[in-house]
């Protein structure tokens, strides 16, 4: 057992000054201050914040790795990430070809099946999908864009067939149907010819289905939520901006208190008083921050790097693509907390539910993203700047800054 001796511990409710116990992977107890509570070897914490380990639900890539680069990529983002913080994260991919697609689900799979101790946690990836808007497709490849297959129903079979280099719907989802304990989201635009039917046919399979990059009208979306869409792709990115008489798919998402937002909060995709707006409008369960962050993340201005086969480029505040394409952001999740903090006026409670917190329970992860007795040693420890001093993943340290 350790102890977290000392700190400030960031609650879903509130801040307390106490000790946190954690051992065989849980957290034990939290012990008030002059709580003897059982011997343990303490870590002195003092002056510093504990919060619950970060989840990102949306990052595909960090530090000169893309998930789409297949391999050991996701393994490799997993040992990267918890310097930022991130203790569980959803690797994700881009529009991509099939093979493509089924190297980096095997990719997930293999750093499933294989945790690495000192890794952070690799969750079900999340696929932002072929089946999209042109319009809205962002970065997303417009080759490897596709109309959404006639007649997607559980049980879909995977067939036989010689890799090609032109390819259907079909394909796609032959795939992630044949891996799909490793693809856990899957964003679509709701306003494509047989969405609908696809978004049932994914639900059933126990896919989460995510709007985004859709120009879908606001009866589109709510019509896709009733068909069992439960989140929004990145909101306002990608989509129409909201008009008080065309709300459209954002404006369905900010009316919609059972569907959950993410947000990218690097303080240039979206506003941070726009932020605070959409906190005030879905409450702090409705809203997930993410990074959308890309090989770039980590890496000083002017870098470049990958994002699926496409070259991108780190500029001040985000990626573009060589046409200038915005194409994700250059952010890590420490830098959304410490953004939602100083620049969209979160207390550090409202910003813990939103790195953590939401992300867990929209994923169905009841025992991660909180400070509390039987969750996940999920924790990460910060100093008075919000930088990350610590990260435990599991119990287990996975980072640890370098003195001085
Ligand atoms: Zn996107």
Redesign the pocket.
Known sequence: MIRLAGGRLVLSDRQLEASLLFGAGRIVAIEPVGDAGPPAPAIDVSGLLVVPGFVDG?VHGVAGTDVLDGSDAVSVMASLLPRYGVTAFCPTTMACEPEGLDRALQSVRAARAAPRPGSALVLAAHL?SNFISGEFR???PAACLRQVPFGFTYGHVVRDRPVRSYYDGDQILDVISARREDAGIV?LAPELEGALELIAGLVDLGIRVSL??SGATFEQAMAAFDRGATRA??LF??MPPVHHRAPGLAGAVLARRDVAAELICDGYHVHPALCRAVVAAKGLDGVMAIT?GTALSGLPQGSTATLGLQRITAGARAAHLDDGTLA?SVATMDRAFRMLVREAGLDVVEAARLCATTPAERLGLGDMGVLAPGARADIVVLDAALEVVRTFVGGLEAYCRPSG
């Open positions: 949306h932002e962002g970065a997303q964003t985004g990059h792709t990145h990115n990608c959308d994700g």
